[in-house]
C-alpha cells in the first residue's frame, strides 16, 4: 500500500457547509501525514457565508493548512489536469449538485473542472459524499460514478435514517485509507456503512 507522505492532493471543497468544520479537521490530518494540499473550492463554497460560519474564517483556516492559495475561479482550475499538478484528486465534500455535474460531465465550476481535467489522465479521484438525497435523485448518480475505473468513494452511509431517510454522508476519517487504495486504483471495502 503506497504512502501518503510526499502526495500532491487536490482537494476540493463543495458547499455542504454543515461538514466544513470536519473537512478542516481532514485537511489538517493530511498535512500532518505529509500530504501536500492543493485547494479547490465551488464558487458557493468560496463566495456564502452560512450559519455555519464566516466564508473569511474558513478560506484562511483552508489556506493556512495547505500554504496555498484556493483555487476558486474556472481559469485557476482548468490547468490542474494537463499540467499534472496533482497525483490525485478528493472531492469533500461533495454535494449532490456537484455529484450530478460529474457524473454528466458538467464543467461549470472549479470543482467540476478541476475533477473533469485529472479524469483525462487517468488521474483518482476520491469522492466524500455529502448530500440530502443520497438516496434519492441522487442514487443514480452514484451508481454511475462507482462503475468509473478512476473514481473511488470514502464509505458513506445515512446520517440520520429517521428524520432524513434519503440523506448520505461518508466518513471522513476514512479518507487517508481510501486515498491509499485508489492510488493503487482499487476501491476500500465496505463501501455502505
Known amino acids: 500500500m ?12 463543495c458547499g455542504s457547509f454543515c461538514t466544513f468544520s470536519k473537512a ?11 500530504v501536500e494540499v ?6 458557493n463554497a468560496y463566495e456564502i457565508t452560512t450559519r455555519f460560519g464566516k466564508r473569511e474564517d ?4 483552508v489556506e493556512d493548512l495547505s500554504g496555498k492559495e ?19 484528486m478528493l472531492v469533500a465534500p461533495c454535494t449532490g449538485n456537484t455529484l450530478t455535474k460529474i457524473a454528466n460531465s458538467i464543467t461549470d465550476t472549479p ?10 489522465n487517468n488521474t483518482p479521484v476520491i469522492i466524500a459524499i455529502s448530500t440530502n438525497d443520497g438516496l434519492g435523485m441522487n ?11 478512476n473514481i473511488f ?9 429517521i428524520n432524513k431517510p434519503c440523506s448520505l454522508i461518508s466518513n471522513l476519517d476514512l479518507v487517508p485509507e481510501t486515498i491509499k487504495y485508489a492510488l493503487e486504483y482499487k476501491q476500500v471495502q465496505p463501501i455502505l456503512l
Open 70 to 88: 484556493i483555487i476558486h475561479t474556472i481559469v485557476g482550475a482548468e490547468p490542474i489536469g494537463p499540467k499534472h499538478i496533482v497525483d490525485a
Open 38 to 43: 492543493y485547494p479547490i473550492m465551488s464558487f
Open 2 to 13: 503506497k504512502e501518503l507522505h510526499g502526495l500532491k492532493l487536490g482537494v476540493a471543497l
Open 58 to 61: 474558513f478560506i484562511k483556516q
Open 153 to 161: 468513494f470514502v464509505p458513506f452511509g445515512q446520517d440520520n435514517p
Open 139 to 149: 442514487l443514480k448518480n452514484i451508481g454511475q460514478l462507482i462503475y468509473n475505473q
Open 24 to 34: 478542516i479537521i481532514m485537511i489538517e490530518n493530511l498535512v500532518n501525514m505529509g
Open 111 to 120: 470543482v467540476t473542472l478541476a475533477t473533469k481535467s485529472v479524469l483525462r
